[in-house]
């Protein structure tokens, strides 16, 4: 059984920061590309950030490049995201997600088979 549990989230005033922390149990987590998703009320669910397995390869959404900073430690099985500058727009719920290994891309939620609980951030201006 698959399990990623988020934590980390929280308020912040715009500029500040959070550090989102995802715990994988269940899977060889270091065999898996992991992303981080977002979904504001009323919004989809959006692409924020991957990392590949070994974390030699990332990928941001262009509305956060320069701000967010993934990361992983598969020693711990915890991916993470760095999150400065934050603007409220940045408000959502968060996700953490293991891509399928079938899958050819890293940008849609169909390219993902396990999802966390998300953890809420929120951003004050």
């Known amino acids: 059984q698959v399990q990623l549990v988020e934590s980390g989230g929280g308020l912040a005033q715009a500029g500040g920061s959070l550090r989102l922390s995802c715990a994988a149990s269940?899977?060889?987590?270091?065999?898996?590309?992991m992303g981080w998703f977002r979904q504001a009320p009323g919004k989809e669910r959006e692409f924020v950030a991957a990392i590949s397995w070994r974390g030699g390869s990332t990928y941001y959404a262009d509305s956060v490049k320069g701000r967010f900073t993934i990361s992983r430690d598969n020693a711990k099985n915890t991916v993470y995201l760095q999150m400065n500058s934050l603007k409220p727009e940045d408000t959502a719920v968060y996700y953490c997600a293991r891509r399928s290994l079938t899958s050819g891309g890293y940008y849609y939620t169909h390219d993902y088979d396990y999802w966390g609980q998300g953890t809420q951030v929120t951003v004050s201006s």
């Open positions: 269940g899977s060889t987590f270091s065999t898996y590309t």
